[in-house]
């Protein structure tokens, strides 16, 4: 006998369990092409190019020229937890790739129409192959076409069957401005790369940056001349070791290197682009720390690049399927360290440009 009022338990279908967590990683278009973006890089990349009509709304693409999916791999690469980038747990402490959870592409193909299109450099021709709800479309399946080497992603009607996130988007030019921002942090923070980005049926890229460029270049190119001006190169290397009076010495080792902006820059809003460990993220409570710094000096928002680097087993980047927090070890020394070093930066003689064409 079952009693009537108790709701039953049941275990959910797999298709509403991929919906649910697809929900979880992809929220807008900005959120998949960072996804992309990872991905490009992660297989080694040179030159990423993105394509975006209304916003990503309707349908944005990704081009890479890194070293492709191999024919083999095709009916796995969108499956849940499918990663050639991780085999153990004990592998996410000395990772080397952005990606590591196979997620990203199981939650675009469930929220989208996902079509991909791969080379790798040794295959004689591409193949292209659509893909729905984790699965590769057959028929027709892998169909051959010309295609440079590399990989492209083309994500179609995101949020096709989902009205409410649809409309939970904002418009075009919001979801464009939230794609070219990513965007020029990741230009920034990889000069190694090119990036471009354009609307469709557009002829000229609204970011372009060319593989090689110095670091001020693209700040000069993305942000505007009076920031690329006012930068301060930083250099933090810290072996530091400061006594915990509780217990033991706890030691931490961290570097940072980057720019920040000059006492005399006056930006409307504060722009603070973080990368720990490759990723980069958000660190709110770096940001207020760093503000607060500056505040002492001048009365205006800084500019602030700063690239953390800290050793693999002290940063926990599996905090969010998004990955845009990490979680590291030694937080609030590591904060006071970069603040008193910003400090004395701002104190010292000044080495920016803008001071050097006043004198
Ligand atoms: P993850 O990046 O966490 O491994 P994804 O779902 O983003 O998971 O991608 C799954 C796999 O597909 C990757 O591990 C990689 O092997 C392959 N892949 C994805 N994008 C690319 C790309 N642009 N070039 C080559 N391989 C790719
Ligand atoms: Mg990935």
Do not use: W
């Amino acid at each position: 006998h079952v009693e009537p009022s108790i709701p039953r338990i049941v275990s959910l279908g797999e298709d509403v369990i991929q919906q649910i967590a697809a929900g979880e990683v992809i929220q807008r278009p900005v959120n998949a092409i960072k996804e992309l973006l990872d991905n490009a890089l992660d297989a080694g990349s040179s030159q990423i190019n993105i394509v975006v009509k209304e916003g990503g709304k309707k349908m944005l693409s990704v081009q890479d020229n890194g070293h492709g999916i191999q024919k083999e791999d095709l009916p796995l690469l969108c499956k849940r937890h499918a990663t050639s980038k991780l085999r153990s747990f004990e592998d996410l402490d000395n990772l080397s790739t952005l990606g590591f959870r196979g997620e990203a592409l199981a939650s675009i193909s469930t929220v989208a129409h996902l079509t991909v299109i791969t080379k790798p450099p040794a295959a004689v021709a591409g193949l292209k192959i659509p893909y729905n709800r984790n699965t590769a479309l057959e028929p027709p399946g892998p169909s051959p076409c010309a295609a440079q080497n590399g990989t492209t992603f083309i994500v179609d009607d995101l949020f096709y069957s989902n009205e409410q996130r649809r409309k939970a988007l904002g418009s075009a030019a919001e979801e464009y401005a939230r794609i070219l921002d990513l965007l020029g942090r990741y230009a920034i923070s990889r000069p190694d790369v090119g990036f471009s980005c354009k609307k469709q049926g557009e002829r000229r890229p609204d970011l372009h940056t060319v593989a090689g460029t110095s670091a001020q270049d693209i700040i000069r190119v993305v942000y505007g001349a009076s920031v690329a001006q006012s930068l301060l190169p930083v250099h933090l290397e810290e072996p530091g070791e400061k006594m915990d009076t509780s217990t033991a010495a706890a030691t931490f080792s961290f570097t940072a290197s980057g720019f920040v902006s000059c006492t005399h820059y006056s930006g409307r809003k504060g722009i603070f682009i973080i990368r720990i460990n490759g990723h980069i993220v958000q660190c709110k409570a770096l940001e207020h720390s760093l503000e607060a710094a500056y505040y002492s000096y001048a009365r205006n928002k800084p500019f602030v690049y700063l690239d953390i680097k800290l050793p693999g087993d002290q940063v926990d980047v599996n905090v969010h399927p998004t990955k845009h927090e990490v979680v590291f070890l030694h937080q609030e020394e590591i904060l006071t360290c970069i603040s008193d070093a910003l400090e004395s930066l701002l104190q010292g003689p000044i080495q920016c440009h803008c001071m050097r064409s006043i004198a």
